[in-house]
Structure formats: C-alpha cells, structure tokens
C-alpha cells in the first residue's frame, strides 16, 4: 500500500485511460483519467467523468484510486479543478503540454497545493533540467510522473535520478511489454509504473502480478545493491566502508559520512532483528545483502532466528527510509 497525500493505492501499477472510454476492468491501483484540455474541455464534464466512473466502480465493489490528468493555458480552470479533484480525493496529474514556461510552472504548483488537492506533474525528460528537477524535488509536488515513452534503456537512469533527489514519489510512464521492463524500472526507484495504451488483458495480467510479487517479496520495489547501480535506498543492503567502494559515493550524494552511515545503521537496528545476525561477514543483518542474492551466511542467521525472506525485506525497507530520511 502507498500512501500519498489522500490516496491510497494498494498497486503499483497505474492506467492512463481516456475519460471517454476508461479501462475500468483493469485491475491497478490508480486509474487515471486522461484528456481534460480545460481549454476544450468544461469542468462539469469533469465530474460527470468522475460520478461516471465512481458509479461504475461502485457497482463491482471495488475502491481503487482515480485521478484526473488537466492541461490549460490559464491557471484559473487549473485551480478550478484542483478544487474539483480535492472534493472527489482524486489525483490532479497536471500535463506540461500547455505550461511550458518553468517560471509559471513552479508559481502554479503551491497555489494548485493551496486547493488541498494531491498533485502530480507529467513530465518528459527533455523538459527537465537539472536546476528544475532540483526545484520541483523542493516544492510541494507530491508526485513526479516521468514520461519515459520512447527512452528504451535511457529510462531507468532517469528513474534513478529522481528518486535519488529524494523528493516526490515518482511514477514512471513508460513502454512496458513484460513483467521484467516494469520490475527493472521499480528496482531504480519507481513506487507506481503506468501503462498508456496498453493492452487490457496484459494490463490486467501485470497488475495482479505485481501486487502479487510486492505481497510476496516484501518490498516490491526494492533497489539493486549500489554497487550494481541502485538508488540510494540500497544502501540498506551495503556492508561497512573498510574499502574503496562505489558505497562511498552514494554515501557522498546522500550527505553522510562513512562514520555516520555506521553509526545511524547500527542505532536503527537496534531493537529489531536485523541487530542479530551471528556468523555474517560483519556479525549484524543490517549489513547484509537482499534476500534475492545468494548468501549461506545471512541465509543461516536468518533461519537460527526465524526471519523469513518477506519479513527481512520489510525489515530492510523500513531502514532504507529511516536511514534516508533528514531528521534521522
């Protein structure tokens, strides 16, 4: 389950639909209904859409997250239907197509965050510069939704980093025709992947795959080791630094010294069951490696103790956020 602002969406796989005709069989977490140029298109058909699609999905007994994607070359309709999003606790996923201009961009995201509303920016990254990218990890955007279509391998760089900013929940819509192109893309750092156009029968299939793997793994979107090229939420899975180390870079980005990294890991396993962990290389499960990779060190630890592979990986999620987490 991922919490953001007022949604609760309990899939990592989101549908970009048209309001015209929304995929409603799909079962994703987040359904996100797609066309409103308010310039062509009224607020009122707006939640016709919404009452439309509420009532449909009341119907089937199902409670799934909805949100609405908007674009208009005046500000006013965009307040309008944060306003409108708000009220029915949808997502506002806001379209650059018409609000090119950065400066208007960053002035418009806290007065649409005034509304109340939970808010999304669609993004390519052609559009986003480094010193925008760094703005809009500082403002008050909850989700950041890259638009990766087309980028092939480019796209998981781009995924990275974001997250590693450590600023909105990032969302990442991208050409996914197998469960290995949406799980890669998850292990950079993306906590929704959505699909646009896809077929529904694969959309279904991939979205009660996920939920299934995240339900089974513990940690759905659990990043690749740093050294393999993780975000920094792997940290959770590195050993100390007693040699020269891509860890030491990571440590760098992240802000922390090596003697702090050793001092907060130590002090947030304390209590729990990674503090235990006798006969690993460093004598602490805090410093071992994900459950996916071979270890008979780790693996003999965790069996002496009784941590099954799902609660271990809970076990690591939790200290990657607390230990990337600023007031740690």
């Not at 279509?149 to 997250?163: D, F, H, I, Q, T």
Request: with cysteine; charged share 30%.
């Amino acid at each position: 389950m991922l919490e953001v602002g007022y949604l609760h969406i309990d899939n990592p796989i989101a549908i970009i639909s048209s309001h015209k005709h929304p995929e409603t069989e799909v079962a994703a977490g987040l359904l996100l209904l797609d066309g409103f140029d308010l310039d062509d298109v009224s607020l009122q058909k707006m939640q016709e859409s919404i009452e439309s699609y509420n009532a449909v999905e009341k119907d089937a007994l199902k409670t799934r997250a909805m949100g609405i994607c908007a674009t208009c070359s005046r500000d006013e309709p965009l307040l309008e239907a944060a306003k409108l999003a708000s009220r029915n606790l949808c997502l506002l996923d806001l379209r650059l197509s018409k609000i090119r201009d950065p400066i208007r961009l960053l002035e418009l995201i806290p007065r649409l965050k005034r509304c109340g509303v939970t808010l999304s920016l669609r993004i390519r990254p052609e559009d986003l510069s480094n010193e925008l990218l760094e703005k809009l990890q500082e403002s008050e955007l909850d989700i950041i939704h890259l638009d990766l279509r087309g980028l092939n391998g480019a796209g998981p760089k781009m995924v990275k980093k974001a997250k590693d900013c450590r600023g909105p929940v990032v969302m990442a819509l991208a050409d996914i025709g197998e469960f290995d192109d949406a799980r890669v893309l998850m292990a950079m750092g993306a906590d929704v992947v959505s699909l646009r156009g896809a077929d529904p029968e694969f959309a279904q299939w991939l979205s009660l795959a996920m939920k299934e793997y995240d339900s089974i793994s513990g940690w759905g979107n659990a990043p690749k080791h740093i050294c393999a090229g993780g975000d920094l939420r792997g940290l959770a899975f590195c050993c100390p630094p007693v040699k020269h180390c891509a860890v030491l870079g990571a440590l760098k980005k992240a802000g922390m010294t090596p003697e702090e990294f050793v001092a907060r890991k130590l002090a947030l396993a304390r209590g729990t069951p990674l503090e235990k962990g006798e006969g690993t290389c460093f004598g602490s499960l805090v410093w071992c490696c994900k459950a996916s990779k071979m270890c008979y060190l780790r693996e003999a630890a965790m069996q002496k103790i009784g941590l099954s592979d799902r609660e271990y990986m809970e076990l690591k999620k939790k200290l990657a956020e607390d230990l990337l987490r600023p007031s740690c």
